[in-house]
């Protein structure tokens, strides 16, 4: 899907937190995916950022929803219960399935799942990356205004 | 610079017309005001305001799509993200374009006064006097019908007025110029540089149009790696706001914004008499008379108003006798190679940011012996821990695989580690490169549009090759690793148009059956139309364009003065 790139004039420039629309039990499987891929996703705000995107464009959309519906389909087959009743072992046994790709080449009935985790993933990777939290976390020391650059501490 | 924008235009007849206000345009305005001439400018975008188009200083927090834009379009598509100065993309929306069979060239423009130079990475090279005279010299490409030691008093004049930092060093292939002193080296360009100097390979301060030093009333620098994202104190440069406030200030610019031309008029006596365009705002057709009409549109936007400008006088188009407009596209060889770096994470976390532009390049320095290609190419560095972005860490994730704490921390161990030489080299000139108008395809302001037929040749991809494999060899004598992989079957050639530095497409030349300009870039065919962005350009050398730009036009608008003032336009 091509989505036309819209100029800043155009964009909500600093706009409040964008808030998620979607089914409550879908934002709570959501929550805890994002928390799990990288613990502190939620403080961060990356379940917002990614439901912003995915309500904006419909190949996201069908991606995420499509993927945390499988989700539920597997864990009832397995479990007998959706993602968020299981336990939380029975969580982590379900994603270490489709977290890595040698899985999917063993058994390809994982495959289509092992892309939405890997997509996922990435958002996930991107949300809390460009967080304040994230970039903390970093410790990236930039984006400020000084009257003279350093250059390289004296080490290399 | 508040201006209102007009409806009808003046009634009066100016004396020049100038069509856009990038580098071409707002140069060609600062100097025929300042010698006292009239001038109205047509520029397609709106008047610049920082607050509105500047993205400076953002965090990506600050925007809730975090800069990949709404629906993540500036994130999988060609287009440019948030960060990205307003206005300036490829994707211009209702500006299509369209490429020939085999062909993918990407075509970035700007909608804005100032155009690009809003949101260059300031870059500021000049051509050797090899670069200019390659046919009779190496045997290849053309010979331009001007030489270095014409422009050379016009690069002194352009890097005094608007700061260029960089260092002395003799280099052939590399001419020197007035210079600010440069910014003291990154991490990152350390490495690369005790890289280059286990292979003897020369690695310089970088040379940049980015002040380190107050100059002519603009602070220095604050040094937050920002230049793409537009500098609110114009410590780098800009047109809009280092050329077009001087031209104002003579109280003999009008600027008419939002004025997208359609057509230069011609009247019976085969000269250029005014440029009719589109209001977008109101989008009605409107029109400006001018004794003469100065384009710098950019490189193929101008080529693209000659080939509309038919008449019955000028049924190829205007100036175009010669066929060659829109011929001989060009735009720079590009690559990169990334080496990754791990000790770049183990020193103590510091500000990295620097400049946004170079720090240290490497010019070219293969003159001195046979390659198997012709034409040369330098290297940009660039690399560390910079500002963090989406899609910083896909890589990390799909290496990794997985996910929790142990991937967290992967990222962080990966982040900054990276560091890039991006090569930048000659495009030979071959009449199979060029532009034409869209026989299927008008705009939506009823304006015909361009198709692209850019075509490497065989020395291109041989060229990109030698890049790849001289630059691995740099980051790994520097001790970083590379990735052997090569990309694409070209040796990861950018897909033409992905580097901004199109050029061609007007080309001037001592002879007019070969060339639509002289070396003043004045029209062969039409005395009283200059074109003087990079459309003018004979050959495609390694250095990027816009110095180059700035005193060609300069170099123009003093003769064409000149002779204003003996009456011959
Ligand atoms: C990300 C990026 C980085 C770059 N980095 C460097 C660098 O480091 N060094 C370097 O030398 N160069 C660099 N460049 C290239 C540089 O920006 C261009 O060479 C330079 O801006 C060209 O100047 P110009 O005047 O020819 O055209 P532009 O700057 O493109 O200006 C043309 C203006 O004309 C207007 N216009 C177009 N058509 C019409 C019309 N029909 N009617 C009215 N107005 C019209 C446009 O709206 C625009 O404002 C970079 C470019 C990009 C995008």
New binding site residues.
Partial sequence: MKLERRTLLQLPLLAKKPKITSAPAKQDTLRTLCEFIVPGATEAGVPEFIELLSGENAEYKRQISGGLLWLDARCRDRYGKPFLGCSQTEQKELLDLIAFRENAQKDPTLSQATAFFAFLRDLTLDGYFTSRQGIAYLDFRGNSALSEFPGCPPIL | MAQPAPNTPPRKTFDVCI????????MAAKVLTEGGLDVVM????PLLNPGLHYTEHLWPYNLPHRGVGIGAGGYNSTA?HEF?VAN?VQDVPGEPYSNGPGSAFRW??????????N???????RFSPHDMRTRSLSGYGEDWPVEYNDIAPYYDKVESLIGVYGSREGIPSAPDGVFLPPPAPRCSDLLVRKGAAKLKVPCIAGR?AIVTRAHNGRPPCHYCAQC?QGCRTASSFS?SQVLIPPALKTGRLQIIPM????QVLVARDGKAAGVS?IDKTTRTEQRVLAKVVWL????C?SA??LLNSRSTLFPNGLANSSGTVGRYLMESVATTVTGAFPELNRIPPHNHDGTG?VHVYIPWWKYDRRNDFQGGYHAEVFGGPGMPRARMFHQVGLEAQGYGAALKEKCRETYGTGVQLLGRGEMIPNPASYCEIDSNLLDQWG?PTLRFHLKWSDNEIKMAKDMRQSFEEILQAAGGKTNAAVPHPDFGHLSPGG???EVGTVRMGSDRQTSVLSGFCQAHDVKNLFVS???CFTTGPDK????N?LALTWRAAEYALDQARKGDL
């Fill in positions: 069509v856009g206000s990038g580098a071409a345009g707002g047509l520029e397609a975008g440019s990205d300036i970035t423009r700007a909608r804005l006064l100032g155009g690009r130079t949101h260059w990475n300031c870059v500021t090279l940049a793409t047109s004025a997208m031309a359609r365009y710098g549109a950019s490189a936007e693209r108003l532009s304006i580097v901004a530095h962005d990079a459309g990027n364009p816009t110095l730009i």
